[in-house]
C-alpha cells in the first residue's frame, strides 16, 4: 500500500503541470452561487425594498387613507353645489325655454326689419324720384346729393331784385331747415340699420349662451336700448326744428300780411288826400 501511494504520488508530480491545469478548468465550469456578474446580492436588494414598503404602508398609510377620505368628502360636497346649481339656479328645461323665447322674439324682429324696409317711394317724375331715392337710400354717403336734389325740386333762392330782404332770409332759412330734416332722416335710417344688425346679433348669440355669459350680452343689450333712446331723442329734437321753423313761418307770414295793410292804409290814405 506505501508502494502504491508512493507511485500515485510520484506520478501526480510528474504530471502536475496537466493536474494544476485540469483543477483549474474543473473550478471555472463549476456552478457558482447565485450572485450578479459584478457580485450584488439581488436578494438582499429585494429584502430592503420590501421593508421600505412595509414602513412606508406603515407609517403614512393612515395619513394617505385620512386624505383620501377627505377628497371625497370635497368631491361629495362639489357633487352637492353642481346639483344645487343644475336643479335650482340653471335648470336645463328653463334654459331651454328661454332660448325657445329668444327665437321667437328673433322671429318678431325679421317681421319689424321687413316692415321697416318696406318700399314706399311714391314719386312719379324725373327730378322728385331722383331726390326721393336719395332721401330713402338709408346711406349716409348719399348726404352730399341732397341740397343739389333739393334745390332742383324746390328751386333755388329767388335773387335780391325779384324778393326782399326779409323774405330772402325766411326762404333760406325754411330751406334749411327743411334740407337738415332730410340729412337727419337719411341718417337716422342708417343708424337704426346698425341697431337692428346688432339686435340680431345679441338675440342669436342670446340664444346659444351659457348660463355664466347670458349676464354679458345682457348688459351689451342694455347699452344697445341705451344708444337707441339716444337716438330716438335725436329724431325728436330734429321734429322739433322743423315743427319751431314752421311756426316761425307763420308767424313770419302774418307779420308780412300786417306790414301789407299798413303800407295799403297809408297808400289810400295818401290817395284821398291829394
Same mark, same amino acid.
Given at each position: 500500500?506505501?508502494?502504491?501511494?508512493?507511485?500515485?504520488?510520484?506520478?501526480?508530480?510528474?504530471?502536475?503541470?496537466?493536474?494544476?491545469?485540469?483543477?483549474?478548468?474543473?473550478?471555472?465550469?463549476?456552478?457558482?452561487?447565485?450572485?450578479?456578474?459584478?457580485?450584488?446580492?439581488?436578494?438582499?436588494?429585494?429584502?430592503?425594498?420590501?421593508?421600505?414598503?412595509?414602513?412606508?404602508?406603515?407609517?403614512?398609510?393612515?395619513g394617505?387613507?385620512?386624505?383620501?377620505?377627505?377628497?371625497?368628502?370635497?368631491?361629495?360636497?362639489?357633487?352637492?353645489?353642481?346639483?344645487?346649481?343644475?336643479?335650482?339656479?340653471?335648470?336645463?328645461?328653463?334654459?331651454?325655454?328661454?332660448?325657445?323665447?329668444?327665437?321667437?322674439?328673433?322671429?318678431?324682429?325679421n317681421?319689424?326689419?321687413?316692415?321697416?324696409?318696406?318700399?314706399?317711394?311714391?314719386?312719379?317724375?324725373?327730378?322728385?324720384?331722383?331726390?326721393e331715392?336719395?332721401?330713402?337710400?338709408?346711406?349716409?354717403?348719399n348726404?352730399?346729393?341732397?341740397?343739389?336734389?333739393?334745390?332742383?325740386?324746390?328751386?333755388?333762392?329767388?335773387?335780391?331784385t325779384?324778393?326782399?330782404? @326779409?323774405?330772402?332770409?325766411?326762404i333760406? &332759412?325754411?330751406? #334749411?331747415?327743411?334740407?337738415?330734416? !332730410?340729412? *337727419? =332722416?337719411? %341718417?337716422i335710417?342708417?343708424?337704426?340699420?346698425?341697431?337692428?344688425?346688432?339686435?340680431?346679433?345679441l338675440?342669436?348669440?342670446?340664444?346659444? @349662451?351659457?348660463?355664466?355669459?347670458?349676464? &354679458?350680452?345682457? #348688459?351689451?343689450?342694455?347699452a344697445? !336700448?341705451? *344708444? =337707441?333712446? %339716444?337716438?330716438?331723442?335725436?329724431?325728436?329734437?330734429?321734429?322739433?326744428?322743423?315743427?319751431?321753423?314752421?311756426?316761425?313761418?307763420?308767424? @313770419?307770414?302774418?307779420k308780412?300780411?300786417?306790414?301789407?295793410a299798413?303800407?295799403?292804409?297809408?297808400? !289810400?290814405?295818401?290817395?284821398?288826400?291829394?
Amino acid at each position: 500500500m506505501p508502494a502504491f501511494l508512493s507511485d500515485v504520488f510520484h506520478c501526480l508530480w510528474q504530471e502536475r503541470t496537466k493536474f494544476v491545469a485540469l483543477l483549474l478548468v474543473l473550478v471555472l465550469i463549476a456552478p457558482q452561487p447565485v450572485q450578479s456578474q459584478f457580485f450584488i446580492d439581488w436578494a438582499a436588494i429585494v429584502a430592503a425594498i420590501n421593508s421600505i414598503g412595509t414602513a412606508i404602508s406603515n407609517v403614512i398609510g393612515s395619513g394617505l387613507q385620512a386624505i383620501n377620505s377627505a377628497l371625497g368628502a370635497v368631491n361629495s360636497v362639489l357633487n352637492t353645489i353642481n346639483n344645487f346649481f343644475q336643479n335650482q339656479i340653471y335648470p336645463q328645461a328653463a334654459i331651454n325655454r328661454a332660448r325657445g323665447v329668444v327665437g321667437a322674439v328673433q322671429g318678431i324682429y325679421n317681421a319689424i326689419r321687413g316692415l321697416v324696409n318696406l318700399n314706399v317711394a311714391s314719386a312719379t317724375l324725373a327730378n322728385p324720384r331722383q331726390l326721393e331715392t336719395v332721401l330713402l337710400s338709408r346711406n349716409v354717403g348719399n348726404i352730399g346729393q341732397v341740397p343739389g336734389q333739393f334745390t332742383t325740386v324746390y328751386q333755388a333762392l329767388p335773387a335780391p331784385t325779384d324778393a326782399r330782404p @326779409a323774405v330772402r332770409d325766411m326762404i333760406d &332759412m325754411t330751406d #334749411a331747415t327743411a334740407q337738415a330734416g !332730410l340729412k *337727419k =332722416a337719411i %341718417a337716422i335710417d342708417a343708424a337704426a340699420d346698425q341697431l337692428m344688425d346688432a339686435s340680431d346679433q345679441l338675440a342669436a348669440e342670446l340664444g346659444q @349662451a351659457a348660463p355664466g355669459t347670458a349676464p &354679458m350680452i345682457e #348688459a351689451q343689450s342694455a347699452a344697445m !336700448l341705451v *344708444k =337707441a333712446n %339716444a337716438l330716438t331723442q335725436s329724431a325728436m329734437a330734429e321734429l322739433f326744428r322743423i315743427r319751431a321753423i314752421d311756426m316761425a313761418n307763420t308767424g @313770419a307770414g302774418l307779420k308780412f300780411n300786417a306790414n301789407h295793410a299798413s303800407d295799403m292804409r297809408r297808400d !289810400l290814405t295818401n290817395m284821398f288826400n291829394k
